[in-house]
Each structure stands twice: as C-alpha cells, then as structure tokens.
C-alpha cells in the first residue's frame, strides 16, 4: 500500500466542528456558527511592505558592527547570530550569559527562544536602547495583537485542549482490532506503538483523525494540533491535515521536546508520519516541518542553529526535491545534505513499508552545497531523475486551463513569462485566475499590481476562487473569505511607478521569509520610467526583463511578467514584435474581438499554439469549468513559419526562440 500525502486542507474547520461535541455561542470559536454566518472576521492578508515599510535593508556586517558597538556579545551561528537574551533578567558575569537571542543574518529578526520575543531589526535596537538606559525591555509584541487575534487564538489553545484531552493513544484503545485498522488505514502498520507514544501520538475517534500535538519548547505547555485524516484511494493513502491555530500562525517543528541539547545532527521530513518512520528504522533525531515542502518559516531556524548536519528528506516527487534544495539556502548549503527522490528512495514512511534500509538512504544523501564547475558524473544522477520523472520536471499542472498543459506542459520554477494584450482585454482578470489555479495546488505567489490597488485585486481573485457573486450571497462571504486566506498568497503593497531595484529587494526578501516560487508582476511600464535608466526605451526594457530573468533563474523563482504592447491599429493583430525587445521567454496574448490566449513562444519543448477563451461576468473567470471544451490549434515551432491567423482572428506562433 503507497502512502501518497495531500497538501494541507486549506478549507478551515472542514473536519473540526465534528469534535466540540455540542452547541457552543456564536462568538465561542470561529467554527462553532452553523448553517449559514459564520462569526465575524476581519478579512486580513500579509502583505510586503512599502519602500519605508518594515523589512529595512541591513546587512549581516551592520548588524556584527552594531553589536560590537553596544558592547552585546555574539557567536556567529549558521543562519543567525547567537546573542544574549534582553527581555529576562539580566544574569551575574560569572555565570555566563546564556546565548537565546538569535538574530536572522538575512533580515536582522530576532527570536528569544527563553521569551518567545520576536520582532524585526528595528525592534532590537529599540530594546537595546532602553536596557542602556536601565528599563526592562518589553517584548515588542506586547500590545500589539488586535484583540480579535488574541481572541482567536485564546479560542485555538482551548479548542486544543478540548480535543487533546479527548483522544487516546492508540496503544490504550481497548479494541485490538480497532487499532489494527486504524494503523492500516493510515499505512502506518510498522510503526510501534512505543514510537507513536513516545512522539505523543494520539487517536481521535470522534473524527478518525490522528492528533500531533504542538508543545511549547519552554514550558512544555500545548499550544496547538495538528489533526490527520486518512482517505483510501485506490492503492494509495492520501493525507487531509487540519491545524490549531490556523496554517499561518502553526509553527510546529514536531519532535522538538525529544531533541537533547548534544544532538549534532537531524533529519528534517515533510510529514509528521515521515519523521515517525525514520526514528524508529534509524534511531536518528527527527523534525517534521509544520507545512511540509511548502514553507520553511524564518522565524524555525534558530530551533535548528544547534545541529551541524542538516539532512532534508522531504518528499518522494520533484516539488519536494526542488524545495529541499531551496530551504538548504536558508540552513546554510555548507551543513545540509539532501535525499533525491527516486524510486529506490521514496518517502521515509513508504520505505518502511516497503522494507528498505532507511539507513542506507541516509548515508548516500548529497551534499547541498555546489562548486562553480561539476562534470557529468556530479550531474548523472539528476539528469537520470529528470528523465524518469518527466511528467513531475514538466511543472505544477493546471486545473483550470487544461489546454495551457497541452501547449506548456506545467508551471516551473526558475522561468520568465512575459504576457501581453490589448488595453481591455482583461490581461490582469485572466493573470489573477491563472495564479489564483497554481496556488491553490500549494503554489507560494507574490503578487506585484501596480496598476489596480489591492483591494480590488483581493475581491476579483476571491470571486474567481467562490465562482460566485458573492455580493449577492454575503451569507457566504466569511466562509470563502477564511479558505482564500489560508492560501499561500502575498501581496507587494507598491502602488504606481516604483524603483526596479526596490521591487527586486521586496521580491528577495519575500522569497527568503515565505518560500516565494512565483511572481506576477502587473506592470512592466510601471517601471520604465522611474529611474531614467536609458533614452531608448528598447534598452530601458530589455534592462528591466533581464533583470527579472536573472532574478527567476538565481531564486529558482517563476516570474510572470505583465507587458503593454506598442500601440498598434485597432484590427491589426498582435505579434512578437508587439513587446518591446528581445529578451522573452514565451508570450501569452488575447486579441481584440472574441478573446482568445495564444503561446507564441515556449523554451520548454518548443510547442506553441491558440484556443479561445470564453468570459463568465458572473465569477469574473475564463476558466472552462462547467463550459464546452475549447478547440486548441496547436502548431510545433520546428515546422517553419507560423500561420498569421488563428482561431477568432488570433495571432499564429512565431520561430524559435
């Protein structure tokens, strides 16, 4: 039986409401409102800062040199710096400043992991100023929750306790038979029930879900769970998590109280289940990461500052290997190694099951770190994992926009596409349905609109996600309002012409904090003319499009860049020759009439093509759920010249790139 994990559940309190056992008040838990309103909630999404907003630029050398300069102590750690704490008591010179103040070299955050303070750069040296002056420094999130957050997450830890307090270990459940078949509906038949004791494992029956509990790592006491429900497909297990608090604020690095303070190595896994697996069959400290391959949040590193060796064994598909090598930049690529996935290498749970030396794998994992030249034999491997996984190397398939997956097989990392269009016809309402599709599927976006404020883009983005008008059904807003904001989604707060130096800083500092791996920038022109770069616009241009691609390939980061075309006769139809310059990856246009979407250029397997769209007002999408399928005109880049008409007076392919 393979074990096949889901990304998380990004539908909030789907299973949960199984578990109160009772009528609750309306204000006593986000999930406890029942047919219809739900309780009340802001609507609130992260969002990137503004040039003087709060991710200040400052260098690792600045923050060593201000340190030195107030007289604070410091180590040199992996990712961060190690510093004594400022928000306890202050301790005797002879007994040693305890180093719990971790200071992030890459963004100047801290974290006292004796306080649980944390804040940015400008809050430490706001609390250093008042320790010099003799004033206890308060820890700069006091205060600073809105009273609704605090509510909430009060509301979280006693739903915690209410659910911890009802399940069982699965070693106490007074029916054999029943734990026989819970382990083999959740394919974890070899596990002991030691093991699953010793992790703090429990069953919930009420939800036939599994219980990982979120210990703090200072007193022990539960600050959350995350629950796990198993669904038989097939052969396969697959996986529906569900967390308390919320994603966003679930910062569990399961197996954290087990780990002693001489450990010197660990293996980091992206499921709870993986990590299970991998203690037993090897003895070795284990970590599962909170969202799996998603997201390594900054504010986990200095729980991993500890550990000399690094291992990442994240998953059995390309995602997984491709966010392993990602998070290794994070963790420092000098101490972390990584297991390729591979048919004799799958996730570690699967190996269990299928009988594989779990050691063995361990020990053949590569190094992260890379010299500026290799040979083929460094490359061999890779290469044959890219031939056997052809489908996964293709890219993060589509769900809304079946014909897009003909023509471009999948969404990469590490690529440019540059998408034009005639004014009005709804370039920024297709882009929003297009990554709104890829991050659903787990996808982290950032979005850059300089053109139309975020507001609006959040409402047009949330009506294509409900396929509804939700002005009509305002009943419903706050349940889709709370399963769009669980989607790994942000936003650049730009508005108008902006810097192209400044956006590049945002986009780094996002692909740092929150694991970023697509960018969709709304408009290029917006940053034409800020700085004066050239006379020529056509150089200006190709600066700015370099510029982005360079950031793509350095940042394994897909970029979708918004153009204008030239200003053309109204019945001409758009060509290459449209955009500006030279410097594009493949373009994606709608004509004017009926829409349609046109890939005249594709660097990924020379396939290019057109198929018309069909606009619904209602959702706002041009998706073809629930429509007739669209006639796709595919045409091969290697067969000579491109037809000059497509489909509804659409624009053919052009030549290879």
């Known amino acids: 039986m393979a074990a096949v994990p889901l990304r998380p559940c990004r539908a909030s309190g789907r299973f949960l409401p199984l578990l109160r056992g009772g009528a609750r008040s309306r204000g006593a838990s986000p999930w406890a409102a029942g047919p219809g309103r739900v309780a009340q909630r802001r609507y609130k999404k992260d969002v990137l800062p503004e040039p003087g907003g709060a991710a200040p630029a400052v260098s690792v050398t600045e923050i060593r040199r201000y340190l030195r300069a107030q007289g604070i102590p410091f180590q040199d750690g992996y990712s961060c710096l190690h510093a004594p704490s400022l928000f306890g008591p202050e301790l005797p010179p002879a007994a040693g400043p305890p180093f719990t103040l971790f200071i992030d070299k890459t963004t100047g955050s801290f974290l006292c992991t004796a306080t649980l303070a944390e804040g940015g750069w400008q809050d430490l040296q706001a609390a250093v100023e008042l320790r010099h002056r003799g004033v206890p420094a308060p820890r700069p999130d006091e205060g600073e929750r809105e009273e609704e957050e605090e509510a909430e997450a009060r509301r979280a830890r006693e739903d915690a306790r209410r659910i911890w307090e009802r399940a069982l270990p699965l070693g106490e459940l007074l029916d054999e038979e029943e734990t026989r078949t819970t382990k083999a509906a959740f394919g974890i038949a070899p596990l002991a029930d030691g093991t699953l004791k010793r992790f703090g494992v429990r069953y919930l029956r009420a939800a036939k879900a599994l219980v990982f509990p979120w210990f703090a790592p200072r007193d022990a006491a539960l600050r959350g769970l995350k629950l796990l429900v198993a669904e038989q497909r097939g052969d396969a297990v697959s996986y529906t998590e569900e967390t308390l608090p919320r994603f966003d604020a679930y910062r569990n690095l399961f197996g954290l109280p087990l780990i002693g303070r001489r450990d010197a190595e660990v293996v980091l896994t992206g499921s709870e289940l993986d990590a299970l697996a991998l203690h037993q069959a090897t003895g070795v400290p284990c970590l599962a990461l909170p969202r799996g391959a998603t997201i390594l949040p900054p504010a986990l590193l200095p729980y991993l500052e500890q550990f ?25 690529p000098k101490r972390c190694s990584l297991v390729q996935p591979g048919d004799l290498q799958p996730r570690p749970l699967e190996a269990l099951n ?22 083929f034999r460094q490359l061999r491997e890779e290469v044959f994992g890219e031939l056997a996984n ?15 997956n003909k023509l471009l097989k999948g969404h990469r990392r590490g690529e440019l596409t540059v998408f034009t269009g005639p004014t009005g016809s709804g370039k920024t309402t297709f882009i929003s349905e297009y990554a709104l599709d890829l991050c659903t599927q787990g996808v982290c976006t950032l979005w850059g ?16 996600f409900a396929t509804r008008r939700l002005e009509d059904q305002l009943e419903l807003y706050d349940e889709w309002a709370d399963r769009f904001e669980d989607l790994p989604l942000y936003f650049m707060t730009f508005h108008g012409q902006q810097n192209i130096k400044t956006v590049l800083d945002t986009m780094q500092h996002a692909v740092y904090m929150y694991d970023i791996t697509h960018v969709v ?13 050239s006379a020529d616009r056509l150089a200006a241009q190709d600066f700015i499009v370099g510029a982005f691609r360079k950031f793509a390939t350095d940042n394994t980061c897909h970029i979708t860049l918004v153009i204008h075309p030239r200003k053309e006769d109204d019945e001409k139809e758009l060509q290459t020759a449209s955009i500006f310059g030279s410097a594009k990856d493949r373009k994606l246009t709608t004509g004017p009439g009926k829409r349609y979407l046109q890939v005249s250029k594709n660097r990924f397997d020379g396939d290019v093509g057109v198929f018309p769209l069909e606009f619904s007002k209602a959702s706002l999408t041009f998706s073809s759920y629930g429509k007739s399928k669209a006639k796709l005109k595919k045409v091969k880049e290697e067969k000579g010249p491109s037809p000059k008409k ?5 624009v053919g392919g052009s030549g290879k790139p």
């Open 646 to 650: 497509g489909p509804s007076g659409g």
């Open 521 to 533: 920038v709304d408009n290029l022109q917006f940053m034409m003319g800020h700085e004066q770069l």
């Open 354 to 375: 299928r009988g594989l030396n779990l050691t063995k794998i361990l020990r053949a994992a590569l190094p992260a770190g890379h010299k500026a030249i290799v040979s």
């Open 308 to 332: 000399r060796r690094v291992t990442l064994w994240l998953g059995d598909d390309l995602r997984s290997w491709e966010a392993s090598k990602l998070f290794a930049r994070k963790l420092n």
């Open 390 to 404: 052809s489908e996964q190397v293709a890219g993060v398939k589509w769900a809304r926009f079946p014909e897009l």
């Open 449 to 464: 609109s300089f053109e139309i404020n975020n507001i609006r883009l959040a409402k047009i983005m949330l009506t294509q």
